[in-house]
């Protein structure tokens, strides 16, 4: 059973850090896609970064170019996104997903709240 759990959001000041985790399990995550989604109020959800397992190749979304850094750890069997020089606009529900049969990405974490703000 593949399972994705997200944590390690909260309220941070602009300008500051968060680093998420996204934990999996009923999987070995190093040979599948994962990818970080976002979505805010009253907003579609998009894609913030994803990473491929088989070699570690990652993807960035323009907005976060710079500030955003994803990676891995195959013996925790966890993905991070660490997240620097946040700004207001970042606020969001952060989402882990990874990959099913059909091409697209049918698992989901519940999503970890992260607000950016003063």
Do not use: H
């Amino acid at each position: 059973q593949v399972q994705l759990v997200e944590s390690g959001g909260g309220l941070v000041q602009p300008g500051g850090s968060l680093r998420l985790s996204c934990a999996a399990s009923g999987f070995t995550l190093d040979t599948y896609i994962i990818g970080w989604f976002r979505q805010a109020p009253g907003k579609e959800r998009e894609g913030v970064s994803c990473i491929k397992g088989s070699d570690d190749s990652t993807y960035y979304a323009d907005s976060v170019k710079g500030r955003f850094t994803i990676s891995r750890d195959n013996a925790k069997n966890t993905v991070y996104l660490q997240m620097n020089s946040l700004k207001p606009e970042d606020t969001a529900t952060y989402y882990c997903a990874t990959v099913g049969s059909s091409g697209d990405y049918d698992y989901w974490g519940q999503g970890t709240q992260v607000t950016v703000s003063s």
